[in-house]
């Protein structure tokens, strides 16, 4: 439910660093609780935000909510399938349900996010 | 002071006194208002009127005004004196549909969702575009609810907008953007087409959309096509473009000229001039852009039952979740208008609205030929035109208004107040009801000055 190798944010987003990159996307409790997601907005590549920011906004059946950067970057990468399946963040929210991928600017932010287990603290 | 209209009488006045403690109006005011401010004596206001005296006055004050109905009008831009067929003031004043607001409740409304969604329907086959709102206040907050979409959608802030657009739109676009931090630069004309070189140097990767209106407030139909490729210029910019829905009758929609936002007044569909309001805004855009839309959008469903039904929708993007990030507060809708609007174009169909179009067109040119041949007067601007065009007078406007108004003509629009250099400049606007007669008397008259 809630992978070892990735680490989370107080917004319930995940980020998986990867060859130099690091992507990002919304956990298996964001998905449960917005519902159907039919909608994803996606930034364009190469826009830089801080960490924290606002980067798109995610849709569902019954709400909309913002999606923010874990950590500050570029971002590198768009998962553009999701224009056309939305519903892999709810299906697939590790692998296919991916967002964005960026480029981090300052490794140590990292340090700042939970790991599995104390994400999973948070949602007890 | 008691009264049959006012709900409070002597016996709720000592309750509600009686329960704050108080014996008398005159201590409760006195406890917070200081003395020094307060007003002693009586008001200096006429008598009371009966009903019929006071019915009396207002029909003699109404009387002052002259009814578009009494006159001849050559009143243009963006609001004209075009003919309402009988059948949607009927179709209006079913009760039904009174309400301008919005029909929240769907197993109750589905009369008026149902017009909405041909509204919306009807305003999409006339632009060419993908999507229509359920209708805007006005062309001109249409226009600026346009800016503001192309800006949040492009992530940028600069506005590029001819000045052939109607110059009451461009200064709620101001008021908009000034509130917005928006940047707007405006594009000169040049003999009353927007100057294409210029808003080319114009466009940069910073330029969220161009704005441009066909045809022009100076009445002359513009050459989209270039203006659309100037989008190139820049790096996501949109165009948005200010139409006549009646002129698509006879010219090119903007669906066809890879246009992004279509907008403007639909006071012309169906709807009465009545001294300026209440009108209608249609807007309509490209379906990429349709979770950026302001305002409602209703949408065709099914029932439990798979009857067809319509709802609202796309609601949860704007004011209801994410109000405080919402591009736009629009949250109501013209709907009577929006019936008006809709009947009007059923009733006409396409060939109706050709015919309505065509005949603007071909009266337009006939009385600018007229006034064009006239000593004292002059067209200045080559472009064609479509219902309206400029006219320049060797005499002042005033004294040409004062005179034609007193033989029963209302002759158009002062330019002045709004373009430099135009002191004695109008615009003249003919629609399908003007007739040869009217047209040939009012150049008599234009003439006689």
């Not at chain 1, 553009?80 to 991916?98: I, K, M």
């Not at chain 2, 109905?69 to 009988?86: E, R």
């Not at chain 2, 200064?171 to 707007?184: H, K, M, P, R, S």
């Not at chain 2, 709802?311 to 507060?329: D, F, G, K």
Request: glycine share 8%; hydrophobic share 40%; charged share 25%.
């Amino acid at each position: 439910m809630y992978p070892e190798e990735l680490k989370y944010t107080d917004d319930h987003e995940w980020i998986r660093v990867e060859n130099g990159k690091a992507y990002v996307g919304l956990t298996q409790y964001a998905q449960e609780q917005l519902g159907d997601v039919v909608f994803v907005e996606l930034p364009d590549v190469g826009e830089e935000f801080e960490m924290g920011d606002s980067f798109g906004v995610v849709e569902s059946v019954k709400t909309v909510s913002d999606l923010f950067m874990p950590v500050g970057g570029k971002v590198v990468e768009i998962n553009e399938d999701l224009e056309d399946s939305p519903e892999a963040v709810n299906e697939d929210p590790y692998g296919d349900g991916w967002i964005v991928a960026i480029e981090i600017a300052d490794k140590s932010q990292l340090d700042q996010l939970m790991d599995s287990e104390a994400y999973q603290k948070t949602l007890e | 002071m008691n009264h049959q209209f006012l709900p409070n009488n002597e016996e709720s006045r000592r309750e509600m006194l009686e329960s704050l403690g108080l014996s008398s109006i005159e201590e409760l005011f006195g406890c917070c208002i200081p003395e020094n401010v307060r007003f002693k004596g009586s008001l200096d206001l006429p008598k009371p009127l009966s009903e019929l005296e006071a019915r009396r006055l207002l029909t003699q004050i109404a009387n002052v005004n002259k009814p578009v109905s009494q006159m001849v009008s050559f009143l243009g831009g963006g609001v004209a004196d075009h003919y309402i067929p009988a059948a949607v003031d009927h179709i209006l004043s079913r009760s039904e549909f009174y309400t301008a607001y919005t029909p929240y409740q769907a197993e109750v409304s589905q009369g008026t969702l149902q017009n909405i969604f041909e509204f919306q329907t009807l305003i999409c086959m006339l632009t060419g575009m993908d999507v229509a709102n359920a209708s805007m206040y006005d062309g001109a907050s249409a226009l600026a609810e346009a800016v503001l979409m192309a800006s949040s959608a492009t992530r940028q802030d600069k506005i590029v907008i001819s000045q052939t657009v109607n110059p009451q739109y461009r200064e709620t676009v101001q008021t908009y953007a000034d509130a917005t931090g928006l940047e707007i630069v405006e594009i000169p004309h040049k003999d009353g087409q927007t100057d294409l070189d210029a808003m080319e140097k114009a466009i940069d990767d910073k330029t969220a959309a161009i704005a441009i209106q066909n045809p022009n407030f100076f009445g002359i139909i513009e050459d989209p096509f270039p203006i659309s490729k100037l989008k190139e210029k820049g790096k996501k910019t949109l165009l948005i473009s200010v139409v006549d829905p009646l002129s698509l009758g006879v010219i090119v929609p903007p669906g066809d000229y890879d246009c992004d936002i279509a907008l403007g007044e639909g006071q012309p569909l169906g709807n009465p001039i009545s001294f300026g309001g209440p009108h209608l805004g249609f807007f309509a855009a490209k379906e990429n852009l349709i979770r950026r839309m302001p305002g409602r959008l209703i949408g065709q469903t099914k029932d439990v039952d798979g009857k067809r039904g319509f709802v609202m929708t796309l609601q949860t993007r704007e004011q209801h979740i994410r109000r405080h990030r919402a591009t736009s507060n629009i949250c109501t809708n013209q709907a009577l208008n929006a019936l008006g609007a809709a009947s009007y174009l059923n009733l006409m169909g396409k060939e109706g609205i050709q015919e309505v179009a065509q005949q603007c067109l071909q009266k337009a040119n006939y009385l600018k030929d007229k006034i064009e041949a006239l000593p004292g007067y002059s067209i200045p601007f080559n472009g064609p035109v479509f219902k309206e065009f400029a006219v320049k007078a060797n005499r002042p406007f005033e004294e040409i208004q004062k005179v034609l108004v007193e033989k029963g003509f209302l002759p158009g629009i002062h330019l002045q107040p709004y373009y430099d250099g135009m002191d004695d400049w109008f615009l003249v606007c003919v629609t399908e009801k003007r007739t040869r007669e009217e047209m040939d008397r009012f150049a008599a008259g234009l003439e006689g000055v």
